[in-house]
């Protein structure tokens, strides 16, 4: 060993050292504020699918390669910094001695054939990444980038980190090939030795280089473990356990996606006929009420604004970027926790659970973090400003393209859940539909016995559960589709279409009430759980003595049909539930429904979210479509899972848009945009949010917004139209 070689590896290891303890700091104090949070036993459910998952959405790079270029820059760039950690491992032998390599396999010529490869990729993948971020930087685009609100230091940090790594792993093994002590052919090996042929014979040079290396990586980890919110770094290690813990893992999608978390305290589901609000957690009030997944969802998050890019609160304007508020979540909690670490927070009476003794020896800066409301304005020194909270849709998008599986929604309604049932905060707007819900059964305030009012001059009579025992689907006609009235129109649609085919079906009729999504997802937990054990009940009776298979409910509502069949089953209710497209689409391909006649003047179709990317159904509409057109559908650019937003989730369908743009004027733009004449739904709420679009934009004679059932209907019996164009007012 020389004095050259003496002097890198005194301070390899010294750099090492330094890393290393400031790193098992870090890693502790992530652990520690993240159980902080609330248990959350379903989390380690069937570890089999979660471990298969994980694999599965890492090494196939499942949801990033779904952004093409992106997504396999970033694939070469994992596996580099997988792989290629062996290579710095390599290092630390060659500080030693020039001519040092990895024990057993660093020999090995597929080895070194392997490593050039990733490196060359790796750095190909990295300039990449890097054009990438530049081009889509804030201050470029006028503040919409998906970078807005990033912290931009840290991605251009962590990105010359791995290229300069890459660029002196080439320059080590230049170094070997230039002093001829290079183990590798050149075939193997031909990027080290188009290095090698232009450096120095210089024979201390690979040490050095292996020295600076090592320099650079532990230089990495010693800024990611002085910053424990650097997502774009710590993300590396955390999505592993993200991912493995996420909700549903057997989801090709994100798990976040479906059925809502049901509201729960210390891990338990809430039973609202023995809760008690100075016993139990009613939503989230704190930060630390959050479930430990929750932590470590923030803990995660990359911040690379994919979530934002979609987000249609974001792209109109709103104050809400789910990125942002899962940072500003993050932040909250590693600033806040000194405080809960030595015992402080608030029970749920509200009183300090800690003694003046425990917290005397904090830093100002942590009280200070303590005091902020979690929900509040800029005034109140709020976390999170209840405009953003109550802009959210609760369309899925941010769940969709989160590459780490980030639960956005789950987070977004537990706060309301607070706000709604203890603060009773919300929009003043909501609070009507919310006491109709109450009163009345349906978010309108209609009455109930004008529920089948919907069946009046039908030439064939509508079955009603109880009058008939044989019947194959129960018809949920939903509250829209007994008393809105353009949403009326498809329900007779979707039954003459039924009754057309042979198909045996029958209503609840007065029996049915709401099936409580509005109330679950603006977060009246109460209201939702009243709704839908009624339901259920009733439900229950219909099909009594039938098996699930043969609990067949057939709705026209996507968030009624997301709501019987991923969510009532929290309930007790097993059912099988489809969508109308579905039911059609399976009519048409057997044949027992026939378009004769099809629909000209072009058409596009508008995915409704809690059809398409919360539940999947893509195809079945499509194929409707088709059959009734005779061609092909023109397609939006932002369609299928990345289909934008019409604005009525979320229970935003009966709150005032008062901030930006209009949602559902934005969609019917990219609508128009295509030419299509029909723009054809799957849903009442899109159907009135479009149409109410189609009209402010004064283009109501040009452009006919109709369901899918409508669609076809006139197709099978062009005979039966339906009126004209489905311009009513919209009820309520």
Same mark, same amino acid.
């Given at each position: 060993m020389g004095s050259v070689q003496i002097v890198t590896t005194i301070l390899a290891a010294a750099i090492t050292a330094v890393a290393v303890w400031l790193a098992v700091r870090a890693v502790l104090k992530m652990v520690a504020v993240i159980r902080l949070g609330q248990p959350a036993p379903d989390r380690f459910s069937d570890k089999v699918a979660r471990a298969r998952t994980m694999l599965v959405e890492t090494a196939g790079h499942t949801r990033m390669l779904k952004w093409g270029v992106v997504g396999a820059a970033h694939w070469f760039v994992m596996v580099g910094f997988i792989v290629l950690s062996l290579l710095v491992l390599e290092a630390y032998f060659e500080v030693v001695t020039p001519t040092g390599g990895l024990p057993l396999i660093g020999h090995w010529t597929i080895f070194g054939l392997a490593t050039e490869i990733i490196t060359v990729l790796g750095l190909v993948g990295i300039l990449v990444l890097m054009a990438i971020r530049l081009r889509n930087r804030p201050t470029r685009l006028g503040g919409r980038s998906r970078f807005t609100g990033s912290t931009m230091w840290q991605g251009y940090f962590v990105e010359w980190i791995v290229l300069l790594v890459l660029i002196f792993g080439l320059l080590i093994r230049g170094f070997k090939v230039a002093t001829d002590h290079f183990e590798y052919p050149v075939w193997a090996t031909p990027v080290s030795h188009a290095v090698g042929a232009v450096l120095p014979d210089w024979s201390d040079g690979a040490s050095v280089a292996a020295l600076i290396k090592i320099a650079i990586s532990m230089t990495w980890l010693i800024v990611i473990s002085l910053n424990v919110t650097m997502g774009v770094a710590w993300h590396r290690f955390l999505a592993f356990p993200n991912i493995f813990f996420k909700r549903e893992p057997a989801k090709p999608a994100g798990s976040g996606l479906g059925a809502l978390r049901p509201m729960t305290s210390q891990g338990k589901p809430l039973d609202f006929e023995e809760a008690d609000p100075e016993k139990d957690q009613f939503g989230v009030a704190h930060v630390e009420q959050f479930s430990w997944k929750g932590l470590l969802d923030f803990s995660t998050c990359t911040e690379c604004g994919r979530c934002q890019s979609q987000c249609p609160a974001w792209n109109t304007g709103k104050p809400l970027s789910p990125k942002l508020l899962v940072l500003s979540l993050r932040d909250h909690a590693y600033a806040k926790a000194p405080y809960l670490l030595a015992g402080g927070g608030k029970d749920l009476t509200g009183e300090e659970k800690a003694t003046q003794a425990q917290l005397a020896h904090l830093d100002v800066l942590a009280l200070a973090e303590a005091d902020k409301p979690l929900i509040g304005t800029a005034e109140e020194g709020g976390v999170i400003d209840p405009d953003v909270l109550w802009s959210c849709t609760t369309c899925g998008a941010c769940v969709e393209q989160c590459p780490v599986d980030i639960e956005h929604v789950d987070h977004i309604v537990d706060m309301r859940r607070y706000q709604v049932l203890i603060e009773s905060s919300f929009p003043s707007e909501a609070g009507v539909m919310l006491r109709n819900l109450e009163n009345k059964g349906n978010p309108w305030g209609a009455p109930q016995n004008t529920r089948e009012d919907w069946t009046k001059g039908l030439d064939f009579e509508v079955p009603r559960v109880g009058e008939v025992d044989d019947f194959e689907y129960l018809f949920w006609v939903g509250c829209a589709g007994a008393f809105e009235d353009r949403a009326k129109k498809t329900t007779r649609a979707v039954a003459t279409l039924l009754n057309e085919a042979g198909v045996k079906f029958a209503i609840l009729g007065e029996g049915e009430t709401c099936s409580g999504d509005p109330a679950r997802r603006i977060g009246n937990e109460f209201v939702f759980q009243m709704l839908a054990q009624q339901n259920v009940e009733t439900l229950n009776e219909a099909f009594e003595g039938r098996d699930k298979a043969k609990r067949k409910i057939v709705? @026209?509502?996507?968030?009624?049909?997301?709501?019987? /069949?991923?969510?009532?089953?929290? !309930?007790?209710?097993?059912?099988?539930?489809?969508?109308?497209?579905?039911?059609? =689409?399976?009519?048409?391909?057997?044949?027992?429904?026939?378009?004769?006649?099809?629909? %000209? /003047?072009?058409? @596009?179709?508008?995915?409704?979210?809690?059809?398409?990317?919360?539940?999947?159904?893509?195809?079945?509409?499509?194929?409707? !479509?088709? %059959?009734?057109? =005779?061609? %092909?559908?023109?397609?939006?650019?932002?369609?299928?899972?990345?289909? &934008?937003?019409?604005?009525? /989730?979320?229970?935003?369908?009966? *709150?005032?848009?008062?901030?930006?743009?209009?949602? #559902?004027?934005?969609?019917?733009?990219? =609508? *128009?945009?295509?030419?299509?004449?029909?723009?054809?739904?799957?849903?009442? &709420?899109?159907?009135? *949010?479009? #149409? %109410?679009?189609? #009209?402010?934009?004064?283009?109501?004679?040009?452009?006919?917004?109709?369901?899918?059932?409508?669609?076809?209907?006139?197709?099978?019996?062009?005979?039966?139209?339906?009126?004209?164009?489905?311009?009513?007012?919209? =009820?309520?």
């Open positions: 709705a @026209t509502c996507p968030h009624c049909f997301n709501t019987l /069949g991923n969510e009532y089953g929290q !309930l007790g209710g097993e059912f099988e539930v489809v969508h109308h497209t579905q039911l059609l =689409a399976h009519l048409v391909a057997t044949g027992k429904l026939t378009p004769v006649q099809p629909v %000209d /003047g072009g058409v @596009t179709y508008h995915d409704p979210c809690y059809l398409g990317r919360h539940n999947r159904i893509f195809a079945a509409p499509r194929e409707v !479509l088709g %059959d009734a057109i =005779a061609g %092909d559908l023109t397609e939006m650019p932002r369609n299928s899972e990345r289909s &934008f937003c019409c604005g009525a /989730g979320g229970a935003r369908m009966w *709150m005032e848009e008062k901030i930006g743009k209009r949602i #559902n004027v934005d969609r019917v733009e990219e =609508a *128009m945009a295509t030419g299509a004449k029909t723009v054809a739904v799957g849903c009442p &709420f899109c159907s009135t *949010m479009l #149409n %109410d679009g189609v #009209n402010g934009k004064g283009a109501g004679e040009q452009v006919e917004v109709i369901d899918v059932a409508s669609v076809l209907l006139r197709s099978v019996k062009p005979e039966q139209q339906q009126g004209g164009k489905e311009t009513a007012p919209v =009820a309520g």
